[in-house]
């Protein structure tokens, strides 16, 4: 009985992730738009700003640009492991366990580093609510992958 609520733990915690890093992605996606209609515009006889960086974003702060493109990176490979860890729920054998915990740690491993671009974003204040938002979901993805990746190493042979 044990093996079936750990099963369906770590599956309410797999949808929850997925959800989250679909989310996660939008607004990303919304941020990268936003960067890119209204960031730097040079022309071919103008010469670039003093503290120009390819990673301009017009909300934000100085961290916003890493934070936003390692939240794009950790939210698709996030998804992604999600998508797989379906096979591993629907079997929940050792023999899928392999596939499932390593996509599943890449996620955590790039979620932990957009983790740490948010805690630098929020040390530097000034930001909108999208990226509040963004942030708060790449904390809180941080601690329910890791609680997803203990779930799954439970199969029992």
């Given at each position: 009985?044990?093996?079936?609520?750990?099963?369906?733990?770590a599956a309410l915690l797999l949808v929850l992730?997925?959800?989250?890093?679909?989310?996660?992605?939008?607004?990303?996606?919304?941020?990268?738009?936003?960067?890119?209609?209204?960031?730097?515009?040079?022309?071919?006889?103008?010469?670039?700003?003093?503290?120009?960086?390819?990673?301009?974003?017009?909300?934000?702060?100085?961290?916003?640009?890493?934070?936003?493109?390692?939240?794009?990176?950790?939210?698709?490979?996030?998804?992604?492991?999600?998508?797989?860890?379906?096979?591993?729920?629907?079997?929940?054998?050792?023999?899928?366990?392999?596939?499932?915990?390593?996509?599943?740690?890449?996620?955590?491993?790039?979620?932990?580093?957009?983790?740490?671009?948010?805690?630098?974003?929020?040390?530097?204040?000034?930001?909108?609510?999208?990226?509040?938002?963004?942030?708060?979901?790449?904390?809180?993805?941080?601690?329910?992958?890791?609680?997803?990746?203990?779930?799954?190493?439970?199969?029992?042979?």
């Open positions: 009985m044990a093996g079936e609520e750990t099963k369906s733990a992730n997925f959800c989250m890093y679909v989310i996660v992605l939008g607004i990303g996606g919304w941020a990268i738009n936003r960067a890119i209609d209204h960031g730097f515009v040079i022309g071919p006889d103008l010469n670039l700003p003093a503290h120009f960086s390819p990673i301009y974003f017009p909300m934000g702060n100085a961290s916003t640009g890493f934070f936003v493109t390692f939240s794009l990176l950790a939210g698709v490979v996030g998804a992604a492991s999600a998508i797989s860890g379906l096979n591993h729920i629907r079997s929940w054998s050792v023999e899928s366990l392999p596939a499932a915990a390593s996509a599943a740690t890449i996620a955590w491993t790039l979620t932990l580093l957009a983790m740490g671009f948010a805690w630098k974003e929020i040390a530097l204040h000034v930001r909108n609510a999208r990226l509040r938002t963004m942030e708060a979901f790449m904390i809180i993805l941080s601690v329910t992958q890791l609680l997803y990746i203990v779930l799954v190493h439970s199969v029992r042979r």
